[in-house]
Each structure stands twice: as structure tokens, then as C-alpha cells.
């Protein structure tokens, strides 16, 4: 009989703990689904990515190789010419710019890559409780980490197979930074309301946990350092930047070090994209540091030129590399434009702002000429082949941008025989007068192709200058103020010399209320110069829509033109905005390219 009445009582015990195992089997099962998920989104992110990349080196190769190899046959067949309409007609409305964004095409990249997380984010997800919730924003916190990795690598495969080299994908990755943050806060956010609700808020004092909020302060110092530091003092920005990058990636590996959940992977995989890209650079400016000197000269308002003594095998006029004097700072290195080379040199030319540059320029005021220890990291940039695939180009500058389009220039008049009738519209856009002189030894050897048309600009010349203008002018005298907006300089050189100049309007500029501009009638501008004499300079800033216009409709329509441009974001929206107005399905193959760096 006692045994009869306790079997319903050990009965009831065995039903218990049965009943809490397979609640326990059944929570099991569900993270391991919801962990199969979360790999699931890191493949899927992966896919999506690579087949944006695809679709970019395709258009790209593609286009490249019908330029220098499609037959005249090809190209007058009815599908090509199908084919190159409507590629023309998706590239005129993506040229286009959007506020906030460099172009269309820059808005609609970024928008997928939004679409991309918000659907890998919110898919396949339990929302019964916040733990799941948590782990999905801590796995989308590392993916992303990885793409701004692999968007920030100085030696990116991207240069080669899509001709975007990593200055040309800096909006991109603040783009990824800032959404790689957001997550990161709503992980530790949710992390947090999900031991409170369990009431176990002590598991944040485990040091799984303390890494994890370590890794989520160091993207908040990262934060700051953008929006307050960068626009400031941008070398502070840049070490604050790498130190704490590191300390997030070392102690995001240790907030998640199991390797059955895979998530360390994707964490190992971004700092072994990072060192070794590091590590590369390291190797490449020790190399360089070998018997090498650079050569400071001070030139007018802040210029600086640098001569280094060795130069890489790579590097052409137009790319950049980063430059190390360790007399000036010790510890940074700083991107310059390459304006020429030869086996044995390479020459630079710097603008002083602040900082480094600055630093520099004063040293060499007070020894010019002096040689200094030096290396260099590079040639970075992907620039296209001018001298192939373009039988016009148009290179347009401001200011020190002119390092850009000089090198571009001088490289094409080196590549090209004197028989090509490849032709370059020159146009460059200075404040002050005496910063041309930075470039004298340039502007000497570009006089000397007859395939190069130079127009010169000066949005501040000085009232000696104009009165110099006015008596030398053609135009009849007038007074100094008028003079300042209506005035300049024509010389009369033989014809020969004389190079076809684009018909020129110099308008209102809408941007700058201080600085009043020439507005004249169009007028046909001669204007030559040696190395010994004044250059001719025109008060204002270019007409630029006019010029890609006219040298366009100037243009076969089984021709290419090429316009380039570095400078000011006032200049580079002009450019942008008259290149786009002529990309049109009738007509010369029109191609935009335009170095504008995001530090």
C-alpha cells in the first residue's frame, strides 16, 4: 500500500523534470535556429555586396573594352547602338548631383546598402523577446565593421576591378561607420533591457560583457571625433581613428571569443583585412625610406614644392601617395597629388592650411632648399587612360587641384606622338595671381604642345595686375573699381602659336556674394606666354558649362571626350552638373572623372 501511494508523487516528479527539459531542448533548438539566422543575414550581407561589385566591374570592364576594341562594325550595329542609348540615358540621370550626395548614382548606392541592412536586420527574426533582437543587431554590428574595413583598404582590389580606388569610396564608408555605430548602440541598448527584464542585471559585470560595453565606448569616442574633431583638427581625428579602431576590434573578439558561434570570424576577418593592409604600407614606407631625401622649395603664397630622390616604378602623374618627412612630424603622413616623375624623382606640390602643411611650408621659408629625410606610401588612385581612350580632354582645376590636372596633362602630352590629333582644354582657377607661379616649370612645357589649350583664371587679382590688364587690352579705359570686375589681358602672339580657344563667358558666381566677377560677352580669348614672360589671366571663374559644351558639340560622334576635374566642391558641382547635360544618346561618348578627396 505505501508503495501504491508514492508512485503518483514519483510519477508527477518524472512528468516535472520532463516537462522542463523539453522546455530547456526547446530553447536550445530556438537559439540554435535564431544563430543559423544570424549566419544566414552575415551570407546574404556577403552575396549582396559582392554582387554590387559585380555589376560594377562588369559596367566597368565592359565599357573599358569596347572604348579600345569594338570595330567600327560593332559600334554601328543597331543592338550596340541600342545598348550604348540606354546606358547613356542611365548614366545622364545618375551624373546628376542630389543634395547630400555627389551624384544620383552615389544616392542610389547608399540606398541600397540601407535596404540591404534593414531587410537582413528585421527578416527571419524571433520577436518574442529581446535576446534574439540583441544578437541580430550584435551580428549586423560585425558585419558592417567588415565592409568599412574592406571599403577603407589603401590596397583595395576595388582600383583594378571597378576603377574605384578607396578616396572614391570614402563616402561609402562614413556611410557604413555611422550605420555600423547605430548598431552597435542598439545591441548594447537591448543587451541591457533584456537582463533587466530577468532581472539579472549583474551578468553586465561578466567580462564578456565589460568587453562588449568597452567596444561599444570606443565607437562612441570614433563618433565624437567625426562630427566634432574631424573638420578641426583632422590629424587628431585620424590617430584617434586607428587607436580606437583597435581597441574595438580586440575587445569585440573578446565579448564574443567562441568560435562555434562563428561571430569571431567575421571579427578576425576584419582585423586581418586591417593589419595586413597596414602591414603592407609599413613594409612599402620602409623601403622608400632608403637613400631617400626630399627637396622643400617655398613658393609664393604657401606653396611648397618637394622633390623626392626616389620614385616608384607604379606611380603616374595625377595618382598620390603619402608623404613622411619625420623633421616636420614624426608621427603623420599626409596624402599629395603626383605632378611628375622621372626614374629618379618625383615632385610635389603642396598648399600650406594648417598642420602638417603649414609646418612644412614655414621650414621651407626658413631654409629653402634644405634636404630632408623622407618616405613615401603609394601611388594610390585610378585614373583612366587618358592618352587611350580619349581623343578630347577636358582638365579643370581651383587652386592647388591644379597638382591633379598638370600631371594628368603632362602625362598625356608624354604618351602621345606628335602626329595624334588627341586635343586638352586646360582650364585652372586661382585666387590669387602669384599662385600660378607654383607651376611656371608646367606651364613652360605644356606651352610647348601644340595640342594644349590653357586658360587661366584669377577670382582676386590685385589692382596692379588689372591696371597692367587694362593698358595691355584692346578694351577702352576705365576706372580702377570697374576695372577689378570688367578687365583683361589679350596678347598677340603669332598663329601658329596660337592654340583654338573656346568661346568664353565669365558669369556671376552665386556662391561667393563677396567676390564680384567678371560679366562680359562672349568673346574669342589668344592668350600665349613663355616661362620668362606674364602669363595672360582672366578676372572670375570659367564658364564652365559653356566650355564642355562647345568642345563637345566640337566633337565626332564616334569620339570620346573626357572631362577631369579637383577642386572645390563649388567647382566639382559645376563640372559635374555641365558634364551630366551633355551626356546624351546622340552624339560623342562623354566620360567624368573627378579626384576629390574625403579627408
Given at each position: 500500500?505505501?508503495?501504491?501511494?508514492?508512485?503518483?508523487?514519483?510519477?508527477?516528479?518524472?512528468?516535472?523534470?520532463?516537462?522542463?527539459?523539453?522546455?530547456?531542448?526547446?530553447?536550445?533548438?530556438?537559439?540554435?535556429?535564431?544563430?543559423?539566422?544570424?549566419?544566414?543575414?552575415?551570407?546574404?550581407?556577403?552575396?549582396?555586396?559582392?554582387?554590387?561589385?559585380a555589376i560594377f566591374a562588369i559596367f566597368h570592364w565592359a565599357r573599358y573594352?569596347?572604348?579600345?576594341?569594338?570595330?567600327?562594325?560593332?559600334?554601328?550595329?543597331?543592338?550596340?547602338?541600342?545598348?550604348?542609348?540606354?546606358?547613356?540615358?542611365?548614366?545622364?540621370?545618375?551624373?546628376?548631383?542630389?543634395?547630400?550626395?555627389?551624384?544620383?548614382?552615389?544616392?542610389?548606392?547608399?540606398?541600397?546598402?540601407?535596404?540591404?541592412?534593414?531587410?537582413?536586420?528585421?527578416?527571419?527574426?524571433?520577436?518574442?523577446?529581446?535576446?534574439?533582437?540583441?544578437?541580430?543587431?550584435?551580428?549586423?554590428?560585425?558585419?558592417?565593421?567588415?565592409?568599412?574595413?574592406?571599403?577603407?583598404?589603401?590596397?583595395?582590389?576595388?582600383?583594378?576591378?571597378?576603377?574605384?580606388?578607396?578616396?572614391?569610396?570614402?563616402?561609402?564608408?562614413?556611410?557604413?561607420?555611422?550605420?555600423?555605430?547605430?548598431?552597435?548602440?542598439?545591441?548594447?541598448?537591448?543587451?541591457?533591457?533584456?537582463?533587466?527584464?530577468?532581472?539579472?542585471?549583474?551578468?553586465?559585470?561578466?567580462?564578456?560583457?565589460?568587453?562588449?560595453?568597452?567596444?561599444?565606448?570606443?565607437?562612441?569616442?570614433?563618433?565624437?571625433?567625426?562630427?566634432?574633431?574631424?573638420?578641426?583638427?583632422?590629424?587628431?581625428?585620424?590617430?584617434?581613428?586607428?587607436?580606437?579602431?583597435?581597441?574595438?576590434?580586440?575587445?569585440?573578439?573578446?565579448?564574443?571569443?567562441?568560435?562555434?558561434?562563428?561571430?569571431?570570424?567575421?571579427?578576425?576577418?576584419?582585423?586581418?583585412?586591417?593589419?595586413?593592409?597596414?602591414?603592407?604600407?609599413?613594409?612599402?614606407?620602409?623601403?622608400?625610406?632608403?637613400?631617400?631625401?626630399?627637396?622643400?622649395?617655398?613658393?609664393?603664397?604657401?606653396?611648397?614644392?618637394?622633390?623626392?630622390?626616389?620614385?616608384?616604378?607604379?606611380?603616374?602623374?595625377?595618382?598620390?601617395?603619402?608623404?613622411?618627412?619625420?623633421?616636420?612630424?614624426?608621427?603623420?603622413?599626409?596624402?599629395?597629388?603626383?605632378?611628375?616623375?622621372?626614374?629618379?624623382?618625383?615632385?610635389?606640390?603642396?598648399?600650406?592650411?594648417?598642420?602638417?602643411?603649414?609646418?612644412?611650408?614655414?621650414?621651407?621659408?626658413?631654409?629653402?632648399?634644405?634636404?630632408?629625410?623622407?618616405?613615401?606610401?603609394?601611388?594610390?588612385?585610378?585614373?583612366?587612360?587618358?592618352?587611350?581612350?580619349?581623343?578630347?580632354?577636358?582638365?579643370?582645376?581651383?587652386?592647388?587641384?591644379?597638382?591633379?590636372?598638370?600631371?594628368?596633362?603632362?602625362?598625356?602630352?608624354?604618351?602621345?606622338?606628335?602626329?595624334?590629333?588627341?586635343?586638352?582644354?586646360?582650364?585652372?582657377?586661382?585666387?590669387?595671381?602669384?599662385?600660378?607661379?607654383?607651376?611656371?616649370?608646367?606651364?613652360?612645357?605644356?606651352?610647348?604642345?601644340?595640342?594644349?589649350?590653357?586658360?587661366?583664371?584669377?577670382?582676386?587679382?590685385s589692382i596692379h595686375e588689372v591696371r597692367q590688364s587694362t593698358s595691355r587690352?584692346?578694351?577702352?579705359?576705365?576706372?580702377?573699381?570697374?576695372?577689378?570686375?570688367?578687365?583683361?589681358?589679350?596678347?598677340?602672339?603669332?598663329?601658329?602659336?596660337?592654340?583654338?580657344?573656346?568661346?568664353?563667358?565669365?558669369?556671376?558666381?552665386?556662391?561667393?556674394?563677396?567676390?564680384?566677377?567678371?560679366?562680359?560677352?562672349?568673346?574669342?580669348?589668344?592668350?600665349?606666354?613663355?616661362?620668362t614672360s606674364s602669363v595672360n589671366i582672366l578676372p572670375g571663374r570659367p564658364?564652365?558649362?559653356?566650355?564642355?559644351?562647345?568642345?563637345?558639340?566640337?566633337?565626332?560622334?564616334?569620339?570620346?571626350?573626357?572631362?577631369?576635374?579637383?577642386?572645390?566642391?563649388?567647382?566639382?558641382?559645376?563640372?559635374?552638373?555641365?558634364?551630366?547635360?551633355?551626356?546624351?544618346?546622340?552624339?560623342?561618348?562623354?566620360?567624368?572623372?573627378?579626384?576629390?578627396?574625403?579627408?
Open positions: 500500500m505505501p508503495s501504491n501511494h508514492s508512485s503518483p508523487t514519483h510519477g508527477g516528479g518524472n512528468s516535472t523534470s520532463s516537462g522542463a527539459a523539453a522546455a530547456a531542448a526547446a530553447r536550445k533548438a530556438k537559439m540554435a535556429y535564431q544563430r543559423l539566422q544570424n549566419q544566414h543575414a552575415a551570407k546574404y550581407y556577403a552575396a549582396g555586396v559582392l554582387g554590387m561589385i573594352l569596347y572604348s579600345l576594341y569594338a570595330s567600327n562594325k560593332m559600334k554601328r550595329s543597331r543592338a550596340m547602338k541600342a545598348l550604348v542609348s540606354i546606358v547613356r540615358a542611365i548614366r545622364h540621370v545618375l551624373t546628376h548631383r542630389v543634395p547630400g550626395f555627389t551624384s544620383i548614382g552615389h544616392a542610389v548606392v547608399v540606398l541600397i546598402y540601407v535596404v540591404i541592412n534593414v531587410v537582413l536586420t528585421l527578416t527571419y527574426m524571433d520577436w518574442s523577446n529581446l535576446t534574439p533582437i540583441s544578437k541580430r543587431l550584435g551580428w549586423m554590428t560585425l558585419i558592417n565593421t567588415s565592409f568599412i574595413v574592406f571599403l577603407a583598404l589603401k590596397n583595395t582590389p576595388l582600383a583594378f576591378l571597378t576603377a574605384y580606388s578607396y578616396e572614391r569610396l570614402n563616402l561609402l564608408h562614413q556611410v557604413g561607420g555611422y550605420s555600423t555605430i547605430i548598431f552597435a548602440f542598439l545591441h548594447a541598448i537591448t543587451i541591457i533591457m533584456g537582463f533587466e527584464k530577468i532581472h539579472r542585471p549583474a551578468m553586465l559585470l561578466e567580462l564578456a560583457q565589460i568587453n562588449g560595453m568597452t567596444a561599444v565606448s570606443a565607437l562612441f569616442v570614433l563618433l565624437v571625433f567625426a562630427l566634432l574633431i574631424r573638420r578641426v583638427r583632422y590629424e587628431v581625428f585620424y590617430i584617434s581613428h586607428i587607436l580606437m579602431f583597435m581597441l574595438f576590434i580586440i575587445t569585440a573578439a573578446m565579448h564574443q571569443p567562441n568560435i562555434k558561434d562563428k561571430a569571431i570570424i567575421i571579427t578576425i576577418l576584419s582585423g586581418a583585412m586591417w593589419g595586413s593592409d597596414r602591414t603592407l604600407r609599413g613594409l612599402r614606407i620602409l623601403w622608400y625610406a632608403y637613400d631617400n631625401r626630399a627637396t622643400i622649395t617655398p613658393l609664393p603664397h604657401g606653396g611648397t614644392r618637394i622633390i623626392l630622390r626616389r620614385s616608384p616604378s607604379r606611380s603616374v602623374p595625377g595618382t598620390h601617395c603619402f608623404l613622411w618627412i619625420p623633421k616636420i612630424r614624426a608621427i603623420e603622413m599626409h596624402p599629395f597629388t603626383i605632378v611628375s616623375k622621372t626614374p629618379y624623382s618625383l615632385e610635389l606640390v603642396v598648399a600650406a592650411y594648417d598642420g602638417f602643411t603649414n609646418d612644412l611650408h614655414k621650414y621651407a621659408v626658413k631654409h629653402p632648399g634644405t634636404s630632408l629625410r623622407a618616405s613615401f606610401d603609394g601611388p594610390y588612385g585610378s585614373l583612366p587612360d587618358f592618352a587611350r581612350v580619349a581623343d578630347k580632354v577636358i582638365l579643370i582645376a581651383g587652386g592647388s587641384g591644379a597638382s591633379f590636372t598638370f600631371g594628368v596633362a603632362l602625362d598625356i602630352c608624354k604618351k602621345l606622338r606628335n602626329t595624334s590629333e588627341k586635343t586638352i582644354e586646360f582650364i585652372w582657377t586661382v585666387r590669387e595671381q602669384k599662385q600660378i607661379s607654383w607651376f611656371q616649370k608646367e606651364l613652360a612645357e605644356l606651352q610647348t604642345s601644340h595640342r594644349v589649350n590653357i586658360i587661366l583664371h584669377a577670382t582676386r587679382p587690352s584692346p578694351i577702352s579705359p576705365v576706372d580702377e573699381e570697374k576695372a577689378l570686375h570688367d578687365s583683361f589681358s589679350f596678347s598677340n602672339p603669332p598663329q601658329s602659336l596660337v592654340p583654338n580657344s573656346p568661346i568664353l563667358s565669365l558669369p556671376e558666381d552665386p556662391e561667393k556674394d563677396e567676390i564680384h566677377h567678371a560679366q562680359t560677352s562672349h568673346r574669342y580669348i589668344d592668350h600665349a606666354w613663355s616661362s564658364d564652365v558649362d559653356h566650355i564642355v559644351k562647345k568642345v563637345v558639340s566640337e566633337t565626332g560622334d564616334d569620339q570620346r571626350v573626357v572631362v577631369a576635374a579637383c577642386g572645390p566642391d563649388g567647382l566639382m558641382w559645376r563640372v559635374r552638373k555641365a558634364t551630366a547635360g551633355v551626356i546624351r544618346v546622340g552624339g560623342p561618348s562623354v566620360e567624368l572623372h573627378c579626384e576629390q578627396f574625403g579627408w
